[in-house]
Nanobody
Framework: QVDLVESGGGSVQAGGSLLLSCVAVGYIFSSCDMAWYRQAPGKERQLVSSIDTAGDQKYVDSVKGRFTISRDNAKNTLYLQMNSLKIEDTAVYYC?????????????????WGQGTQVTVSS
């Protein structure tokens, strides 16, 4: 059973930093692409950043230069370092994994989600 547990959210003033973590269990961590999404009140869930199995990273334009995604395959953990936070970064942040080979992943296939962690940025 795939399980993703996020941590590291909280309240911070604009300009501050937070480090989100996502510990994954239930599949072969290194075999699947991973990503961070966020959903602000009244808005659709948005892809923030992704990292594939080769370590290639992508970011939505609004966080480029401020956020850094990384993964530690030895620790089964995905990270999102968020610097220079803005009020508009306020949202629930979700960790997601996307496995496209059940054989390589040890049985996991498709997209799985964590429960989310709240990030609140104030002025």
């Amino acid at each position: 059973q795939v399980d993703l547990v996020e941590s590291g959210g909280g309240s911070v003033q604009a300009g501050g930093s937070l480090l989100l973590s996502c510990v994954a269990v239930g599949y072969i961590f290194s075999s699947c692409d991973m990503a961070w999404y966020r959903q602000a009140p009244g808005k659709e869930r948005q892809l923030v950043s992704s990292i594939d199995t080769a370590g290639d990273q992508k970011y939505v334009d609004s966080v480029k230069g401020r956020f850094t995604i990384s993964r530690d395959n030895a620790k089964n953990t995905l990270y999102l370092q968020m610097n220079s936070l803005k009020i508009e970064d306020t949202a629930v942040y979700y960790c997601a994994v996307d496995c496209d080979s059940a054989y390589e992943s040890g049985g996991a296939y498709g997209k799985y989600w964590g429960q989310g962690t709240q990030v609140t940025v104030s002025s």
